[in-house]
């Protein structure tokens, strides 16, 4: 009966370690197949998204390769339009630095003031004049350098 038992006890092994496997790989199968659901409701295929959701996925990196730089009291002024940037260069720095403070750091020409030791009726007369000069340069390189005659 020696043999018998251990060959039983071997049959009964094998069985169990058969049965064992097939346990193992029902469940990874169930798993898998709970995975695959769960990436079909959490995930998405780039073709399926709209262009509004593309363009959050990414972003564009600035260099200020093109840019102009102005240093203003302090302040380092990047000016991206090449042609305000002309403009704003064939000004006096006094007018230079009214213009950039007013309209590139947001500050009151009372604030202007103060930071240049000047008088705020001052700081209004070197805007004015100076958005008008600039009106003038931009008007003539939009014109193709050509100054156009206005008679009355």
Do not use: P, W
Not at 23 to 29: A, C, D, P, Q, R
Not at 32 to 53: G, M
């Amino acid at each position: 009966m020696g043999k018998k038992s251990s060959s039983f006890l071997e049959k009964t092994i094998i069985h169990q370690f058969d049965a064992f496997c097939k346990k193992i790989l029902k469940n990874e199968v169930i798993d898998y197949e709970n995975h695959l659901a769960y990436r079909r409701k959490h995930e998405i295929l780039f073709s399926e998204l709209s262009e509004q959701e593309i363009k959050q996925l990414f972003m564009t990196d600035d260099y200020n390769l093109d840019n102009y730089q102005f240093r203003v009291m302090g302040y380092d002024i990047e000016v991206k339009d090449s042609l305000i940037a002309e403009a704003l260069q064939s000004l006096t720095e006094k007018k230079r630095n009214v213009i950039l403070l007013s309209y590139f750091m947001d500050m009151s020409d009372a604030e202007i003031a103060r930071e240049m030791n000047l008088v705020r009726s001052t700081i209004h007369e070197h805007r004015k004049r100076s958005l008008e000069q600039m009106k003038k340069i931009m008007e003539g390189t939009l014109d193709g350098g050509k100054e156009t005659d206005k008679k009355s």
